[in-house]
Antibody, heavy 121, light 108 residues
């Protein structure tokens, strides 16, 4: 069975760094693009970036580029989302999700359980 | 960046009724790369429809999608109690994709 399992909830202070993870299993991890989707409290979904784990080719949302770094380690079937300096406005639930196809332009058919990130002084 | 606008914001209906949700794009969505998701409180979203009209695996046939270009529709033919949730459209033709703001389907 195909699964994406995300790392646990985080509580951080403004200015701190953070890296959250998403581990895939049950399929060929390098064959499907993985994306990160943000959901701020009580709000809708925003696609932040996607990456091809096979060659680590990233594509960022123009409105969110530069705020986060997406990466992947194909040797351990894991994708990451990283911040160098967190802000209170980064408080949100973050989902990783797998695209259906292999070309970077498909719907997300498998979702992780979500990682809640809370940034507060 | 393609902006998706969903309407209405909230739809109040009774079980057994038909639900019609709209998603309008600020520019044409290439190759009908439009998906619909359902999200219930405390859960991750679930893919319902991709390619504007294809049902994802395991999705009941009371869910159907239609449309092309800039106007898309999700129809739930007869609402079941488990269908009351928030629904999002997403375009993925312009990578990495954008979502609409959501339509909440609530029990009347």
């Amino acid at each position: 069975e195909v699964h994406l399992v995300q790392s646990g909830a985080e509580v951080k202070k403004p200015g701190e760094s953070l890296k959250i993870s998403c581990k895939g299993s049950g399929y060929s991890f390098t064959s499907y693009w993985i994306g990160w989707v943000r959901q701020m409290p009580g709000k809708g979904l925003e696609c932040m970036a996607i990456i091809h784990p096979g060659d680590s080719d990233p594509r960022h949302s123009p409105s969110l580029q530069g705020q986060v770094t997406i990466s992947a380690d194909k040797s351990i079937s894991t994708a990451y989302l990283q911040w160098s300096s967190l802000k209170a406005s980064d408080t949100a639930m973050y989902y990783c999700a797998r695209q259906r196809g292999s070309y970077g332009d498909d719907a997300f058919d498998i979702w992780g359980q979500g990682t809640m990130v809370t940034v507060s002084s | 960046e393609i902006v998706l606008t969903q309407s209405p914001g909230t739809l109040s209906l009774s079980p057994g009724e038909r639900a019609t949700l709209s998603c309008r794009a600020s520019q044409s969505v290439s190759a009908s790369y439009l998906a619909w998701y359902q999200q219930k409180p405390g859960q991750a979203p679930r893919l319902l429809i991709y390619g504007a009209s294809s049902r994802a695996t395991g999705i009941p046939d009371r869910f159907s999608g239609s449309g092309s270009g800039t106007d898309f529709t999700l129809t739930i033919s007869r609402l079941e109690p488990e269908d009351f949730a928030v629904y999002y459209c997403q375009q993925y033709g312009s990578s990495p994709g954008t979502f609409g703001q959501g339509t909440k389907v609530e029990i009347k």
